[in-house]
T-cell receptor, first 114, second 115 residues
Framework: AQTVTQSQPEMSVQEAETVTLSCTYD???????LFWYKQPPSRQMILVIR??????QNATENRFSVNFQKAAKSFSLKISDSQLGDAAMYFC???????????FGKGTRLHILP | DAGVIQSPRHEVTEMGQEVTLRCKPI?????LFWYRQTMMRGLELLIY????????DSGMPEDRFSAKMPNASFSTLKIQPSEPRDSAVYFC?????????????FGPGTRLTVT
């Protein structure tokens, strides 16, 4: 069975600094998708970034980028120039390419220190 | 589009009562997902529909839970009878196609408290 593990329940970073959130996953598939979702205090889940496993290039969305290490089954999220609005719970997620559903990790709560 | 709409936003009920949560997906989205979020278990998929048909309900915890999608613009998640351990935030999400191909758009969630 596929699993997604986020080993850091909570993290803190100083405003304007860079932080990296860790995620590992377990799968026997070769084609799949990986996601990072953000859940701010409003509870609304928002897709931050998406990576297709067959693409070697790491996905980037403005200040958010990933480090995708397929062999190591690692998918970390880097947030550059952290802003107060980045404070949220971040979920790493996985989906098989031929599947419709997404499996979520337990999340990492990120605090931004002013 | 207004996004995924869920009602109510908060529900407090007593153990043994029936609870109905409602969801209106984004127009044109063929997939609808129901999730439950708790501190202990994180975000769990309960059931999902494709074109109003339930595809996978393996995440539904037990027979007390049921979900329906009578048409493309409305779905319900019912708990009968409710128990304190059902207390959680329940999310509805929709997507244009399957979750891995297109982004899932989440509603604001319903916080359910069963006393």
């Amino acid at each position: 069975a596929q699993t997604v593990t986020q080993s850091q329940p909570e993290m803190s970073v100083q405003e304007a600094e860079t932080v990296t959130l860790s995620c590992t996953y377990d799968t026997s598939e070769s084609d799949y998708y990986l996601f990072w979702y953000k859940q701010p205090p409003s509870r609304q889940m928002i897709l931050v970034i998406r990576q297709e496993a067959y693409k070697q290039q790491n996905a980037t969305e403005n200040r958010f980028s990933v480090n995708f290490q397929k062999a190591a089954k690692s998918f970390s999220l880097k947030i550059s120039d952290s802003q107060l609005g980045d404070a949220a719970m971040y979920f790493c997620a996985y989906s098989r390419q031929r599947d419709d559903k997404i499996i979520f990790g337990k999340g990492t709560r990120l605090h931004i220190l002013p | 589009d207004a996004g995924v709409i869920q009602s109510p936003r908060h529900e407090v009920t007593e153990m043994g009562q029936e609870v109905t949560l409602r969801c209106k997906p984004i127009s044109g989205h063929d997939y609808l997902f129901w999730y439950r979020q708790t501190m202990m278990r994180g975000l769990e998929l309960l059931i999902y529909f494709n074109n109003n048909v339930p595809i996978d309900d393996s995440g539904m915890p037990e027979d007390r839970f049921s979900a329906k999608m009578p048409n493309a613009s409305f779905s319900t998640l019912k708990i009968q009878p409710s128990e304190p351990r059902d207390s959680a935030v329940y999310f509805c999400a929709s997507s244009l196609s399957g979750g891995s191909k297109d982004e899932q758009y989440f509603g604001p969630g319903t916080r359910l408290t069963v006393t």
